[in-house]
């Protein structure tokens, strides 16, 4: 009988980096979840939109890929080598400026959706009180009434 061999080093390391990836995908689902379970329901689910407004907050320069399995660590060399000479002088500063603007425009939505919620609440508390003072309560007592 054959004796079952032993993983490689290599195999288990790609095992490893697998339960890595893994490990961090479950970690930002955990994450989006508690985050999403926070935030109370709203109408319009303003809350839910300014969260993934400041999830898709930073743009990344872009990785090398390849689909082909004989040739695709040399075209993965080849635009990682291209990105690297001819085009990352020019897409950094690039997405520098996006990830600013994003940043700034994240944090003015943020604070215009906490000004409206404020506007909300203290307008709730004006008709609260305007209906009060256009119909006192009778069962309030003689309090409102003049000697």
């Known amino acids: 009988m054959d004796q079952p061999h032993p993983p490689s080093p290599a195999a288990a390391s790609a095992v490893g980096d697998v339960a890595d990836v893994l490990q961090q995908i479950r970690s930002g689902v955990r994450q989006r979840v508690a985050e ?12 839910a939109k300014l969260i993934e407004l400041r999830a898709r907050e930073f743009v990344r320069e872009p990785v090398p890929f390849s689909h082909r399995a004989r040739l695709g660590a040399l075209i993965v060399w080849t635009r990682k080598a291209v990105y690297h000479l001819f085009l990352k002088w020019f897409t950094r500063p690039l997405v520098e400026q996006q990830n600013a603007f994003n940043q700034a425009s994240s944090a003015v939505a943020q604070e215009l959706a906490t000004r409206q919620e404020e506007l909300t609440r203290r307008l709730e508390l004006l008709q609260n009180r305007i209906e009060h003072l256009e119909h006192p309560d009778p069962s309030a007592g003689s309090a409102g009434e003049r000697p």
């Open 36 to 47: 999403l379970a926070a935030v109370p329901s709203d109408s319009g689910g303003t809350r």
